[in-house]
């Protein structure tokens, strides 16, 4: 089945510093992909959608300078957390559509951990 | 933010055990996805439902697209000890594309 593979699994940072997170297609091309945060305890809530070749589409609420997303290729997304402060401190997850599975099903990476002390 | 309303917030069952949840949202969804998480991993897709009415199962999970396509069941048979982990409803809107928007979760707790 399709697998989407994100690095690093966790990172601890300084705050203040910047923080790249990668999230790959592995066996299939993904024109579109999402990042979603989670804090403890709590569901998984998208910030933004991730499109190939173009800008990415930010949710409600979700600055987009502080969260800089590139994707440059079918098979790659990045999110760059900007300036990180402790409240960024989360689980970030991606997920990728492989039209393999159905319509719209998403398939998920297993997420990176970003702890910024 | 949220718009499904997923129940219970938490079970906790004995080994054997049958589990029932369910997901309920005042939209329409035209997809209804149920994934399961394990602590510090990524959410792990169970059942996609595409239509209106339709039962599907997947082992020992049987999961529901409601009728009027506002509400999804997930049911999972003779519990064990390895389907702890917390349990995600997820939908689709009509005019969202692949975007989806999740419940606040389920969290299992097995007893052996």
């Known amino acids: 089945g399709a697998v989407v593979s994100q690095h690093p699994s966790w990172v601890i940072c300084k705050s203040g510093t910047s923080v790249k997170i990668e999230c790959r297609s592995l066996d299939f091309q993904a024109t579109t992909m999402f990042w979603y945060r989670q804090f403890p305890k709590q569901s998984l809530m998208l910030m933004a959608t991730?499109?190939?070749?173009?800008?990415?589409?930010?949710e409600q609420g979700v600055e987009k300078d502080k969260f800089l997303i590139n994707h440059a290729s079918l098979t790659l997304s990045t999110l760059t957390v900007t300036s990180a402060h402790p409240e960024d401190s989360s689980f970030y997850i991606c997920s990728a559509r492989d039209a393999g599975w159905g319509a719209n099903v998403l398939t998920f990476g297993a997420g990176s951990r970003l702890t910024v002390l | 933010g949220q718009q499904l309303n997923q129940s219970p917030q938490s079970m906790f069952i004995q080994e054997g055990e049958d589990v029932s949840m369910n997901c309920t949202s005042s939209s329409i969804f035209n997809t209804w996805l149920w994934y399961k998480q394990d602590p510090g991993e990524g959410p792990v897709l169970l059942i996609a439902l595409y239509k209106a009415g339709e039962l599907t199962s997947n082992g020992r999970l049987t999961a529901q697209f409601g009728i009027t396509r506002k509400d999804s069941f997930l049911n999972i048979s003779a519990s064990i000890p390895s389907d702890v982990g917390i349990y995600f409803c997820?939908?689709?809107?009509?005019?969202?594309?692949?975007?989806?928007?999740f419940g606040e979760g389920t969290q299992l707790t097995v007893n052996p």
């Open positions: 991730s499109n190939e070749g173009s800008k990415a589409t930010y």
């Open positions: 997820a939908g689709q809107l009509e005019t969202s594309g692949s975007r989806l928007t």
